[in-house]
């Protein structure tokens, strides 16, 4: 008996180290968290993790339009594609990610797919604001790998214009 229940012990144990092998996270958009002041520009990257080979997607950028405004999109890395005239839109937060039919490119492996320009409106106050990529579609000729998903970075707004008052008690005890 004693046999039987190492036997059947080992048979699961291998099947779970099997399967845990063998299992991929499926692919999905990054979005790198920035920190950024009040009035100043910065710039995140948009990156694909667990990229099975994309050649086509579309996705939109949105941003917390009441204290962040998207100053620019960039397509980098990928010299090798050809991209849709109309790929980036910074007015509408656009992305259309086309690969070259002709020379039968796949991106592969993670990368940084788009950057994005930021900037961080006047008066903002301290906290996290968020930047969404809003995905259509991302996959090849033969299947949707992401459809319909929203990723999230943040801009963070730090404290910085805290003044120390030294602790001096200006109404005295009564």
């Known amino acids: ?18 399967t ?3 299992a991929t996270e499926a692919p999905a958009l990054e979005i790198a968290d920035v920190e950024g002041a009040a009035g100043a ?3 995140m990257n948009v990156a694909i993790v667990n990229n099975p080979g994309i050649t086509v997607g579309e996705f939109r950028v949105t941003v917390d339009s009441e ?3 998207l100053v620019d999109m960039a397509f980098v890395g990928m010299e090798d594609w050809q991209w849709d005239t109309t790929g980036i839109n910074p007015a509408t937060g656009k992305v259309v990610v086309l690969a070259d039919a002709i020379k039968d490119y796949k991106l ?8 994005l320009t930021v900037k961080v409106k006047e008066g903002t106050l301290p906290g996290k604001y ?11 000729d033969d ?27 200006k109404t005295p005890a009564t």
């Open 41 to 43: 520009e910065v710039v």
């Open 67 to 69: 204290n962040l405004e």
């Open 1 to 18: 008996m004693k046999k039987i229940i190492s036997l059947l012990t080992i048979a699961v144990l291998m099947v779970v180290l099997a």
């Open 143 to 169: 299947a949707d790998f992401i459809v319909e998903e929203t990723f999230t970075g943040y801009v963070v707004v730090p404290c910085t214009e805290h003044v120390w008052d030294e602790g001096v008690v």
């Open 20 to 22: 845990a092998a063998f």
């Open 108 to 115: 592969e492996g993670d990368c940084v797919l788009v950057t």
């Open 130 to 140: 968020a930047v969404n990529a809003v995905v259509d579609y991302i996959g090849d």
